[in-house]
Every structure is written in structure tokens, then in C-alpha cells.
């Protein structure tokens, strides 16, 4: 049975307000977190709408707004393919938005007011295993809830403008290569210290500190590309001996 051969089985659940295009989004990405498509694999819409037990056109429609997003690439002829980042180009991301982070980082600090204390710790609660499925930029906030709030924070439109690029690349990859739970917990570890740091007013170790976080978390993806797997009870950011940072 291929990945798409089975009729109606993942049928997505209809909520208050869903529109049958919201509907089959929400399925095809619930089978992509599923990890039931490789990177790359075609799409073709008659087969999803199959599996999804809904017409195509909602499918046709759901695709489009994927590509958008930039989960799938539209290919001739019908259907989409799942996109297939490098590891070349997750490292590459990971290294551009740390630089951009670090920029981000010093501008917040300068700023930084009680309320704007309160934003970051708030991020730090909210943080958290939860994979909901609104918008793609929603998807993982405990990968980047806290970032976009810096890059609020940081009061340069042109900034945050440039970094929501960047954001929604690693929105795709968190799609693609959902973490597990001790990485999770290593990535919210690194948040708690950029915080601290941040309400220290110590803007250089604050810049070091998401510099590091961001180059750490492109190298976990792009391992996880090159192997598809991970070592059992070992953080791979452990693992890889990756685990100090400036």
C-alpha cells in the first residue's frame, strides 16, 4: 500500500469554522508531521483528496496555500511535491539568522523596559511540546514564539521583516523534522539563558548566546537529514558535543 493508498483513513477532523480547504490543509499537514511523506515525494491531489476523504478542489486549494508557505512545491500537471531542504541550506538559514538574531538581540536590549521583561518570561511559560496547527508560523512555538517577540522588541520593521524569512524557513524545517522531547527541552534550556541574559542588560552575552542557539539548532536539522535518526537518550546536541556554548 503506498503512503497515499489508503481511502478516507485520515479524514481531517472538521472544526467550528473550519472551511473545507482549512480542513485539507490541516490533513495534508497532519500527515506530514506524521512523517508520511519523504522530502521531495509527490502529492497528487486525487490521491490526497482520497485519503483525505474530501473533493479535490479543497486539495487544490489547501496546496497552494502550502506553497505559500513554502511546505510544498507546485509541479506540473497537478499535485505538489513536498519540499526537500539540504543540509547545506539548513545550515545556511540557521547561519544567516543568527546573525541577524544577534543584531536583533542588541537592539532589544537597549530597549528593554519592565514590560518588555515580562513579554520574554512569558514566552518562557508558554513554551512547550504543543504542535497545533493554525497558521505555519504558529506551529511550533517553542521554537519560535520567543524569537519573534525579540524581533519585536527590537522596534526595526525593516528587522523583523527580514527575520519573518528566516522564521517561516525554520517553521518548514520543524514541520519536516519535528524535534524530540530532550531536544525540546535543550532548546528551552538555551531560551531560559538568552532571557536571563537579555534582563542582565548584557547585550554581548545575549548576542553570543542566540548566535550559538541558532547554529546549534541548524546543525540538529541538518543531522537529522543526513542520518533520519537519532541516537537513543542522548540529546544530539550532547551527542555531537555540541552541548557548551559561549
Do not use: N
Not at 16 to 43: C, H, N, P, Q, S
Not at 64 to 80: I, T
Not at 132 to 153: D, N
Amino acid at each position: 500500500m503506498t503512503a497515499l493508498g489508503s481511502l478516507g483513513r485520515d479524514r481531517p477532523p472538521q472544526r467550528r469554522g473550519d472551511t473545507a480547504v482549512e480542513g485539507a490543509r490541516r490533513g495534508i499537514l497532519e500527515l506530514v508531521l506524521k512523517g508520511t511523506f519523504k522530502g521531495g515525494e509527490r502529492l497528487p491531489t486525487e490521491a490526497l483528496a482520497s485519503r483525505l476523504g474530501v473533493s479535490r478542489t479543497p486539495v487544490r486549494e489547501a496546496l497552494r496555500h502550502l506553497a505559500a508557505d513554502g511546505v510544498v512545491e507546485m509541479v506540473p500537471r497537478g499535485g505538489a511535491r513536498l519540499v526537500c531542504p539540504t543540509p547545506a541550506e539548513v545550515l545556511e538559514t540557521a547561519e544567516i539568522r543568527g546573525h541577524l538574531e544577534a543584531l536583533a538581540v542588541r537592539k532589544a536590549v537597549a530597549r528593554l523596559d519592565p514590560l518588555g521583561e515580562a513579554r520574554l518570561e512569558a514566552c518562557l511559560e508558554e513554551e512547550g511540546p504543543s504542535r497545533g496547527l493554525g497558521t505555519l508560523g504558529e506551529l511550533f512555538p517553542e521554537r519560535l514564539g520567543l524569537h519573534r517577540v525579540i524581533a519585536e522588541l527590537a522596534a526595526s520593521p525593516v528587522l523583523a521583516e527580514t527575520l519573518e524569512v528566516f522564521f517561516r524557513r525554520t517553521a518548514v524545517y520543524a514541520l519536516l523534522l519535528p524535534l524530540p522531547e530532550e531536544e525540546l527541552i535543550a532548546s528551552a534550556r538555551e531560551h531560559r539563558e538568552i532571557v536571563a541574559t537579555m534582563i542582565r542588560r548584557d547585550a554581548d552575552g545575549a548576542e553570543a548566546l542566540i548566535r550559538a542557539h541558532a547554529s546549534l539548532q541548524g546543525k540538529v536539522d541538518a543531522a537529522m537529514l543526513r542520518e533520519r535518526k537519532w541516537q537513543k537518550g542522548a540529546s544530539s546536541r550532547t551527542a555531537r558535543g555540541e552541548g557548551d556554548r559561549p
